[in-house]
């Protein structure tokens, strides 16, 4: 029983002297430390605020310039379509695999996303 009551002693005592010698080895001072942490997050701060203002603004700036353009072929192309096809859209060819529903959703054979100027209108072929 005291061989456990001093072993539980050394071990206190080892924790404490960690503790102080962490606290030594580090500066020693709380409010020394507490102001580097906090320097340190100012830094930080500053990185990432540079970051997203010079990296990601203009990234997301040029996406939005690219992805506009791209839409705007892609309109001229269906422009260029529906006018040689007589104001329509070529009909898609019913191939077996396209647009098979075994069960019609809630609201029916339509998905949620269902746009009558792109979409193949599933309601009509029931």
Same mark, same amino acid.
């Given at each position: 029983?005291?061989?456990?009551?001093?072993?539980?002693? /050394?071990?206190?005592?080892?924790?404490?002297?960690?503790? /102080?010698?962490?606290?030594?080895?580090?500066?020693?001072?709380?409010?020394?430390?507490?102001?580097?942490?906090?320097?340190?997050?100012?830094?930080?701060?500053?990185?990432?605020?540079?970051?997203?203002?010079?990296?990601?603004?203009?990234?997301?700036?040029?996406?939005?310039?690219?992805?506009?353009?791209?839409?705007?072929?892609?309109?001229?192309?269906?422009?260029?379509?529906?006018?040689?096809?007589?104001?329509?859209?070529?009909?898609?060819?019913?191939?077996?695999?396209?647009?098979?529903?075994?069960?019609?959703?809630?609201?029916?054979?339509?998905?949620?996303?269902?746009?009558?100027?792109?979409?193949?209108?599933?309601?009509?072929?029931?």
């Amino acid at each position: 029983m005291s061989s456990v009551l001093r072993t539980a002693a /050394r071990s206190a005592v080892r924790t404490r002297q960690g503790v /102080r010698g962490y606290s030594q080895a580090h500066g020693g001072d709380y409010f020394a430390q507490r102001e580097a942490v906090r320097a340190h997050a100012d830094s930080t701060t500053q990185l990432w605020r540079r970051i997203s203002f010079y990296v990601c603004f203009p990234v997301t700036a040029v996406v939005i310039a690219w992805v506009r353009n791209a839409e705007a072929e892609h309109a001229e192309h269906l422009a260029h379509l529906k006018e040689e096809n007589g104001g329509k859209l070529p009909e898609v060819p019913n191939y077996d695999y396209l647009n098979k529903r075994v069960k019609p959703y809630p609201w029916g054979m339509n998905s949620l996303f269902f746009n009558p100027h792109v979409n193949k209108d599933l309601s009509a072929s029931e």
